[in-house]
């Protein structure tokens, strides 16, 4: 997990342009993006893939 890029960002070593934030989820724009405002949306709880997330953790990334 500590060198879990996205870890690193959520605990603001890793400097992100934040679009939005919440207790659980955080997204942000994407440094190198295909198209103009395209946005990462990621669970703040790390975990390995989407598919190992807590159910709670998916859904609320996902309802963002």
């Known amino acids: ?3 879990c890029i996205f870890c690193k960002i ?8 934040k679009i939005y934030e919440d ?3 955080l997204a942000f724009l994407d440094i190198a993006p295909i198209s103009k405002g395209h ?3 990621i669970p703040k709880q790390h975990t390995e893939t ?13 309802d963002v």
Request: aromatic content about 4%; some cysteine.
């Open 50 to 62: 989407m598919f190992t997330a807590l159910p709670t953790v998916l859904h609320r990334t996902m």
């Open 23 to 25: 207790d659980a989820v």
């Open 39 to 41: 946005t990462i949306v």
């Open 10 to 17: 959520v605990a603001g070593i890793v400097p992100c342009t």
């Open 1 to 3: 997990m500590s060198e």
